[in-house]
């Protein structure tokens, strides 16, 4: 490795500063909702309230999971425990299901109900930020409440036949219909987060159940989501994992950018370099909670990581593409903030694990778009999407598909990652 220390220690404190002094102030001072309960999540390019009536179990949770790692990391620790705790209240006193048990999707802000379906891409985020939260606060009714979503999801949801979970129910845990429905897809969105989840919970409990059912998920992840080839990540499949046409369901979560049609054109044949670089990192976590040996993975590892960097990193503009087709290439060039935030933290660990130069430049490259055009200057948060050469097409600071998580996650992950290298004799 070339990496210089001085050049390393100032993106290092770039990153921290941010973290520090924009995001985790743009939060704290915004999200807790004094009046209703839980969290506020949809603000304007000003970083004002827009006033939407909605609190989604997806961003409830997310920012329960931001609230409880930041306090967790030892950021703003006692402010951060307060707004962890009043998110926690919040979606256990007015999200749970006391009938048939799990969370609702959809609330409105004063935590009447408006969506009754348990969808378990909600769900698993519903596992992460409880099982974060009592990491972090030592409370033990955040573990009680993700065993209570676990045993559900084992109980409902698993496909004993083909392998694997079902992710589209009513409320009385009813399997919805197909198509647009949902009720006869599996996707890797859900599977991915639900081994981040299950990692988290096994972390938190140490129950060998909960190590069985994350490797399980893993074994799932690679030997059906990931192509074959490839190792790219196929988004959408049937019951028996035949690829599935990538298509928009009823309830979505964060497919926004879908054409009218529902279907993408390109719907067989599209692997999200974002999703991709999060899948490599977040195994990597997963295998070193559960004290396996990485080695054997790393093969997998570097060609995931190698993809990203030869098709996903825009080298004359900056930044990571949306997706490409699994062999190579770019079908869509508009830069979302998530992807740029999740190929940070696998950069990183790309050079943890190989101390190959081409991840420092990736990471570098991807760092320096971020700050330069992905931050809203002077308010601290990320635009949601911008054109390839970083001008913001959508300038919402806050909805229910874009809040904290990816944003403050990879600021802490990236701090963290850089201070291990720091420490490294180079």
């Known amino acids: 490795m070339h990496m210089i220390k001085k050049q390393l220690k100032e993106l290092r404190d770039e990153a921290e500063n941010h973290l520090v002094i924009e995001l985790l102030p743009f939060w704290s001072s915004r999200m807790k909702d004094d009046i209703n309960g839980g969290y506020l999540t949809h603000f304007d390019q000003k970083g004002n309230d827009t006033g939407e009536d909605e609190k989604s179990l997806i961003a409830q949770t997310r920012c329960l999971y931001t609230a409880s790692s930041v306090c967790r990391t030892g950021y703003n620790k006692d402010e951060f425990l307060s707004l962890a705790t009043h998110g926690f209240d919040f979606l256990t006193k007015k999200m749970w299901d006391p009938e048939y048990g799990g969370f609702f999707w959809m609330m409105d802000r004063k935590g009447n109900l408006k969506t009754d379906k348990k969808i378990i891409y909600g769900h698993s985020f519903a596992i992460y930020s409880l099982s974060e939260y009592t990491l972090a606060t030592g409370d033990p009714r955040g573990v009680e409440y993700a065993e209570k979503v676990f045993d559900l999801l084992q109980k409902y949801c698993v496909d004993t036949m083909f392998g694997g979970y079902w992710e589209m129910f009513h409320r009385d845990w009813i399997l ?11 996707t890797l969105d859900v599977h991915m987060h639900l081994m981040e989840a299950y990692t988290t919970l096994y972390e938190c409990t140490g129950k060998d159940v909960h190590r069985r059912k994350l490797i399980e998920i893993i074994e799932i992840l690679l030997h059906r989501i990931i192509h074959p080839v490839f190792k790219t990540g196929i988004p959408q499949f049937y019951k028996d994992w035949t690829v599935a046409p990538q298509i928009k369901f009823d309830i979505i979560w964060g497919w926004d950018r879908f054409s009218e049609e529902g279907q993408k054109g390109n719907a067989t044949d599209n692997t999200c370099y974002g999703h991709n670089a999060e899948f490599a990192w977040l195994l990597k976590h997963a295998l070193e909670v559960l004290k396996k040996d990485i080695e054997g993975y790393s093969e997998l590892l570097k060609i995931i990581l190698d993809h990203t960097v030869e098709n996903g990193i825009d080298n004359e503009f900056g930044g990571v593409y949306v997706e490409g087709p699994h062999s190579g290439g770019v079908y869509d060039r508009e830069k979302e903030f998530w992807q740029q935030a999740e190929v940070l933290t696998a950069m990183l660990d790309g050079v943890l694990l190989f101390g ?6 990736a990471y570098k490259n991807v760092h320096r778009f971020v700050f330069d055009k992905v931050v809203n200057k002077g308010v601290g948060e990320w635009f949601p ?5 970083g001008e ?6 806050g909805h229910s598909w874009k809040i904290n998580y990816h944003t403050v996650r990879a600021m802490i992950q990236s ?5 291990e290298l720091l420490e490294q004799d180079m």
């Open 176 to 186: 919805c219909g197909p198509g647009s429905e949902g009720g006869d897809r599996k």
């Open 415 to 419: 701090i963290r990652r850089m201070n």
């Open 356 to 361: 190959d130069d081409r991840y420092w430049e």
């Open 385 to 389: 999407l911008l054109t390839r050469r």
């Open 392 to 397: 913001p097409v959508w300038t919402h600071m």
